[in-house]
């Protein structure tokens, strides 16, 4: 069998090639649109080379707020509420108190009364700030003396402050608040004689200043507390009314107490009657003199301070005293259902500054119930 020729390969390219005419049938026109898609995806694929490998780092989203940017977003919020419960700031001030009797200065509430009184207020005020402290376990923004406060400010300036666990040092702080306040009140209390109606003036325009003769005053000295802080006010109030050592003659006993221009009024929440040994705390009260007015604020369901025991110390007082009781409330005024805490603590405030003005009539208050005396 011959052997097969070899065509040589330029006479294979070098031949005419004749174009051959294409006819359109129905596969060939399904193939043109995936050319073209094969295009497009080209053309994208070569534009995402430009894009970075993972384009989410790159594109920028919404940071997730952190609890104090919702925090304060909240408190920018304006909240509807009633008057008791405005923002801190328009309530009360801070400030601190120092005295050379002191270690430390004391850190105060100083809850403010309103500028104009609301036409349902009392007929008559007092102008004097009430002193008031915590417990022996709270502090000054305990809830209890919160809502205490708030509702006495409501008609009546009071200053509460952060005392520590020892009653001596308690009465110090209330030593150290009410020369304070005197002296605040005093310096505020300055006029101008020629601010005075119908000042006298000379022939070259000066003020002439008259002496007259005025009525001494008795000076009005509103302390109070909670628990263990109501003792050291009435510790206090002993203290204030006693003539000390250093300033009594060697002629007059040191434990005299004699007639003062001073009217103290005492207001005593969950006055701690009944110690944690059973031993009774009624004493300080007994000695109280005529010339103190005592208010008790006790809750029906406080053990440390029985209804039945608190009357029968009442009844042994030499001082004038009246009593608000709270219904449901326990020592700590703890109510049931809880909502109304706030509310009945702002009502107990509220009567103290009644009784204070010396516009409450009945011996005896019930918050929260409709009972009789």
């Known amino acids: 069998m011959p052997p097969k020729r070899k065509i040589p390969e330029s006479s ?11 006819r359109a049938t129905r596969s060939s026109a399904r193939i043109k649109p995936q050319v073209q898609s094969q295009s497009v995806e080209t053309s994208v694929q070569s534009r995402s080379k430009n894009i970075p490998k993972n384009p989410k780092r790159k594109i920028e989203t919404a940071k997730k707020p952190n609890k104090q940017t919702v925090k304060d977003a909240l408190q920018s919020q304006p909240h509807p509420s009633p008057p008791s419960q405005q923002p801190a700031s328009d309530i009360f001030s801070t400030l601190e108190i120092t005295d050379n009797s002191l270690k430390k200065p004391i850190l105060c509430h100083h809850y403010h009364a309103p500028a104009s009184p609301p036409s349902q207020s009392l007929s008559s005020t007092t102008k004097a700030t009430c002193i008031f402290t915590h417990g022996a376990g709270g502090t000054i923004s305990t809830p209890a003396v919160r809502d205490f406060c708030a509702g006495y400010a409501r008609t009546a300036p009071v200053l509460v402050f952060q005392g520590s666990a020892n009653l001596a040092a308690r009465v110090k702080a209330f030593h150290a608040c009410l020369s304070h306040v005197q002296s605040s009140e005093a ?38 507390g909670r628990s263990m802080g109501s003792r050291a006010a009435v510790m206090a109030a002993g203290e204030l009314l006693s003539i000390s050592p250093s300033s009594t003659s060697a002629s007059k006993p040191t434990n005299e107490v004699v007639a003062s221009p001073i009217k103290v009024s005492l207001i005593l929440v969950s006055y701690p009657l009944r110690g944690p040994k059973n031993d009774l705390s009624d004493q300080i009260l007994l000695d109280l003199p005529t010339s103190v007015r005592v208010l008790f604020v006790v809750g029906d369901r406080d053990a440390m301070c029985p209804l039945d025991l608190l009357e029968r110390t009442r009844k042994k007082m030499t001082a004038e005293s009246k009593l608000v009781v709270v219904k449901g409330a326990d020592h700590g005024m703890h109510v049931r259902p809880k909502e109304m805490e706030m509310e009945f603590g702002e009502e107990t405030g509220r009567l ?18 409709d009972e009789e005396e």
Not at 193 to 213: C, F, I, L, M, Q
Not at 355 to 365: H, L
Request: proline share 4%; hydrophobic share 35%; glycine share 10%.
């Open 352 to 369: 103290a500054a009644v009784w204070v003005a010396g516009e409450m009539q009945e011996s005896v208050v019930h918050v929260g119930g």
């Open 187 to 224: 310096t505020a209390s300055k006029i101008e004689p020629s601010a005075k109606k119908g000042a006298k003036r000379d022939e070259n325009g000066g003020v002439v200043v008259e002496e007259e003769e005025e009525e001494e005053e008795e000076e009005a000295v509103i302390l109070g």
């Open 12 to 22: 294979a390219s070098d031949a005419p090639q004749q174009p051959t005419a294409k």
